[in-house]
């Protein structure tokens, strides 16, 4: 990789801002970190940078380093796996943590008001939605939100429904909550996913108790409008099913595209029915920091999963937040712009140069869906994976078709994607394919992938 070629991982560190984790990382000695703003990018004419290439590589991250473990040195050039993004947050952030890091004494936090404060104010003016400050709740993120509430409404062994190809963390959750998936798999109509209601009501029963809605969608990027959420937020009422939205991707609409928060739905009955799980994780970078929040317009709703909820948050994950929610507006819209711009990139890429992937633009997250049959026909995947679970460990999980795929886009264009069959039914013959990072790292990716496809 031509940008990465030569670079000295301190020296990488040392450029990335990122010399107080030296130590860790790298090995080498700790050294103090850059002073409040040293390294900070600054917006140039009022444009922040989002076209420099950051290498991640020894950093401790999922999409590059946890891969790279997995698949061996070298083997990965453009991680597009998990939903992270390859930008150096908005300066506001670096310079708050900077700040913060300065005092160099972390005793315990006493939540300052005005981060909850910051949150409401967040949501009001970009969605114009009203939070009642006593019915927020922080938490570490989107999981233990989640899973407090699956644990207060749903008995264990009960159902939750999950409407696929859907977020494939989810299942996880459900695991850890002890509650049962019950898939609605979704339908396309005129090339669009679309909810299946009459399957839904079917599925529901009376050991059904909860629905997770992905608003807007991973991995499909549906933003959802009014009349869908309406009816599906209709049908979960009359059902008693309570709908827990899951809300973290809704600062990524595409152009021309509006996001319809779960709790802005006029019919107020059917927004007491639910509960709202967003971060600020997704839109500004700051997965590690684990911050988020819960809130419902149902005080009933609330008092319950507070008494299953404990959070245990950092110093540093309420400062970058607290700055990202309080000043981070302009460098997201301008971000926004960016990743729209990398979806047409990728979609004309895709229809010229490596024309047997099958691709759509999203009304929203910087994730494309890609349908990959034909590539997976030319590999064998089926084939592949049916020999691979011929001699698979005794216990291990069945290998997929779809992790063939992966496998593929690994070794031949050291491009790392999420393999779809892990987003439940529906995800057959599918990838995610992450493009939250520069256009030349994209192009690259893209480019890698699709020599592969011509070699076949
Ligand atoms: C739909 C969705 N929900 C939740 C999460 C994770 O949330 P958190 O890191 O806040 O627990 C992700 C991360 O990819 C996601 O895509």
């Not at 233990?144 to 696929?164: D, E, H, N």
């Not at 994976?385 to 005794?394: D, F, I, M, S």
Request: glycine fraction near 8%; hydrophobic fraction near 40%.
């Amino acid at each position: 990789m031509a940008h990465q070629a030569g670079l000295n991982r301190r020296a990488f560190l040392r450029n990335a801002g990122m010399t107080a984790v030296a130590g860790v990382v790298g090995g080498a000695t700790a050294v103090r970190p850059a002073a409040a703003g040293a390294s900070v990018q600054r917006p140039t004419n009022g444009r922040y940078d989002f076209d420099t290439p950051l290498n991640r590589i020894g950093t401790m991250s999922v999409k590059y380093d946890q891969q790279i473990t997995k698949y061996g040195k070298d083997s990965i050039s453009v991680g597009m796996g998990v939903a992270d993004m390859d930008f150096r947050v908005p300066p506001a952030i670096t310079n708050a943590l900077a700040k913060r890091i300065e005092h160099e004494c972390w005793g315990y936090l006493d939540m300052p008001p005005a981060f909850a404060d910051s949150i409401v104010a967040w949501n009001k003016r970009r969605y114009n939605q009203t939070i009642d400050p006593a019915l927020l709740q922080i938490s570490s993120g989107v999981y233990p939100g989640l899973i407090a509430a699956m644990q207060t409404f749903c008995p264990p062994g009960s159902k939750v429904i999950l409407q696929t190809p859907t977020y494939n963390g989810f299942y996880g959750m459900l695991d850890f909550a002890k509650v049962t998936r019950e898939e609605s798999p979704m339908k396309i109509v005129n090339g669009r996913y679309t909810f299946d209601f009459e399957d839904l009501e079917r599925r529901i029963t009376h050991e059904t108790h909860a629905l997770i809605l992905c608003n807007p969608q991973n991995p499909t990027g549906n933003v959802w409008t009014e009349a869908e959420l309406t009816r599906l937020g209709e049908i979960c009422l009359r059902r008693r099913v309570i709908v827990l939205s899951d809300e973290i991707h809704c600062d990524f609409v595409t152009k021309g595209q509006a996001y319809v928060p779960f709790g802005n739905l006029p019919d107020k009955d059917i927004v007491r029915n639910s509960m709202t799980f967003k971060a600020a994780s997704k839109s500004f970078g700051l997965a590690a920091h684990k911050v988020g929040w819960f809130f419902s317009d149902n005080p009933e709703f609330m008092a319950r999963v507070r008494a299953n909820h404990r959070a245990d948050i950092s110093t540093l994950g309420v400062v970058a937040n607290h700055a990202a929610l309080t000043e981070g507006g302009e460098w997201l819209d301008q971000l926004v712009e960016y990743l729209d711009a990398n979806h047409d990139f990728t979609l004309d890429f895709i229809s010229t140069k490596m024309p047997s992937i099958k691709a759509y633009k999203p009304e929203s997250t910087y994730l494309s869906w890609i349908d990959v049959t034909e590539v997976a026909e030319r590999i064998g995947a089926a084939r592949l994976a049916a020999e691979a679970n011929r001699t698979k460990a005794p216990g291990a999980a069945d290998l997929t078709p779809e992790q063939m795929v992966e496998r593929f886009f690994v070794r031949e264009a050291r491009v790392q994607l999420n393999q779809g069959a892990s987003y439940g039914p529906g995800g057959a013959n599918h990838m995610r394919m992450n493009l939250g990072t520069s256009r030349q790292m994209l192009e690259e990716g893209l480019t890698n992938m699709a020599n592969a496809v011509r070699r076949l």
